[in-house]
């Protein structure tokens, strides 16, 4: 059977960031639904964001598209252009390469339920965080400041929800 049980699939939460960077983006949740599925090529999770909290730092890949479609709640889609409301039904995508510094905030009252789709290229992907001194260089740990000085390592990254942190 093909069928994914998403009762069976473990809710993770966490942020392996630095500190303070990890901060606006604990409280987060995701089902990996494509590693559930086996896939190998991309990712797909259904992520949830509580009132108040990022989805990431700003960010943009060299190799990695993202897509983000919101299923529930209000998002504050935030980008070099500018600031944009994503409600249910809407969606966003980041192309690789493309220099947009991007995130979502909830700055709602309500949870925010979002579906998001990314190719994964662990090889050649360089992840560059715009606001703060902050890379993420292809098969690297842990992250790196711009003068290629690492930070220290926050373990564990991610964990089960309800176990401790």
């Given at each position: 059977?093909?069928?994914?049980?998403?009762?069976?699939?473990?809710?993770?939460?966490?942020c392996?960031?630095?500190?303070?960077?990890?901060?606006?983006c604990?409280?987060?949740?995701?089902?990996?639904?494509?590693?559930?599925?086996?896939?190998?090529?991309?990712?797909?999770?259904?992520?949830r964001?509580?009132?108040?909290?990022?989805?990431?730092?700003?960010?943009?890949?060299?190799?990695?598209?993202?897509?983000?479609?919101?299923?529930?709640?209000?998002?504050?889609?935030?980008?070099?252009?500018?600031?944009?409301?994503?409600?249910?039904?809407?969606?966003?995508?980041?192309?690789?390469?493309?220099?947009?510094?991007?995130?979502?905030?909830?700055?709602?009252?309500?949870?925010?339920?979002?579906?998001?789709?990314?190719?994964?290229?662990?090889?050649?992907?360089?992840?560059?965080?715009?606001?703060?001194d902050?890379?993420?260089?292809?098969?690297?740990?842990?992250?790196?400041?711009?003068?290629?000085?690492?930070?220290?390592?926050?373990?564990?990254?991610?964990?089960?929800?309800?176990?401790?942190?």
């Amino acid at each position: 059977m093909k069928k994914l049980d998403l009762a069976a699939i473990s809710t993770e939460s966490g942020c392996n960031y630095p500190a303070p960077f990890d901060r606006p983006c604990l409280g987060a949740t995701w089902k990996r639904l494509g590693n559930a599925g086996g896939l190998t090529q991309f990712g797909v999770n259904l992520s949830r964001l509580p009132p108040g909290v990022w989805s990431s730092q700003r960010h943009w890949h060299s190799h990695e598209d993202e897509f983000v479609y919101v299923l529930e709640g209000e998002l504050v889609s935030i980008t070099d252009g500018g600031e944009e409301v994503l409600g249910p039904g809407d969606c966003i995508a980041f192309k690789a390469g493309a220099e947009d510094g991007h995130h979502l905030v909830n700055r709602s009252s309500r949870d925010a339920l979002v579906l998001e789709v990314g190719t994964r290229d662990p090889e050649h992907d360089r992840c560059v965080y715009p606001d703060i001194d902050m890379v993420a260089e292809p098969k690297v740990e842990p992250y790196l400041h711009r003068t290629g000085e690492a930070y220290p390592v926050n373990k564990p990254s991610t964990w089960l929800v309800g176990q401790a942190p």
